[in-house]
């Protein structure tokens, strides 16, 4: 496998429901990203890891639990979630925070909040 | 806080003929910049970024962007556009990964 790896793909969930979407990157990256991509609107920055440390939590309510337990991976726990939650949420890793390499991106797990 | 504004929500272009995609940012010093792109059910691929040097920069599938710090612009531009560039074009701007910031994103639409 190469390259950033999400899953699962597509998710439905009622309100009430718990799950967790996760990303799995294999190219030795030290930093890894949760983005929001909602319809009409920018990509939204949500975390930022860095050697498995939260470094951005940029404004995200809690009913998003990101977790980091290593450097390769990244889970995005759902609770309680809003209908105006469902967007695709893209995983990205980068090498460093500020090097001149690019940000990679996973293909994205596309939400629906019943 | 940076900025970024691409201008055109769609564009559409017949298959063959140039193009240029609009991006204006606002930032205090010179940022990195980046063009990705995005085709449906995908995530976004990298064209080309801009950290310092040339401010010409070539990136994949033939694109090219030029800084213009003057005019605070990152265009991205193609000389020959194919069907398959069909997709939805964001550039972003930030001082590093971290605290990047995206447009809105420009949808392209390649006409026969």
């Known amino acids: 496998e190469t390259g950033v790896t999400q899953t699962p793909r597509h998710l439905v969930m009622g309100m009430t429901n718990k799950k967790s979407l996760k990303c799995e990157q294999h190219?030795?990256?030290?930093?890894m990203y949760w983005y929001k991509q909602s319809a009409k609107k920018p990509l939204e920055l949500m975390f930022v890891?860095?050697?498995?440390?939260?470094?951005e939590n940029n404004s995200v309510p809690s009913r998003f639990s990101p977790e980091c337990p290593n450097s390769s991976h990244l889970f995005l726990h759902l609770h309680t979630l809003q209908p105006e939650d469902s967007a695709l949420y893209l995983c990205a890793s980068s090498q460093g925070l500020m090097d001149t390499g690019e940000l990679f991106f996973g293909e994205g797990s596309r939400l629906t909040v019943l | 806080a940076q900025s970024v504004t691409q201008p055109d929500i769609h564009i559409t272009v017949s298959e063959g003929a140039s193009l240029e995609l609009r991006c204006n940012y606002s930032?205090?010093?010179?940022?990195?910049l980046f063009w990705y792109v995005q085709s449906p059910g995908q995530g976004l691929q990298l064209l080309l970024k801009?950290?310092?040097?040339?401010?010409l920069v070539q990136g994949i599938k033939g694109f090219e962007a030029e800084f213009k710090r003057s005019q605070s612009s990152f265009n991205l531009r193609k000389p020959s556009v194919h069907w398959s560039d069909a997709a939805e074009y964001f550039c972003a701007v930030g001082p590093g990964f971290q605290k990047l910031v995206f447009g809105t994103g420009t949808r392209l639409l390649v006409s026969p």
């Open positions: 930032y205090g010093a010179t940022p990195y």
């Open positions: 190219l030795g990256h030290n930093a």
């Open positions: 890891y860095n050697f498995k440390e939260q470094t």
């Open positions: 801009y950290f310092s040097g040339d401010t």
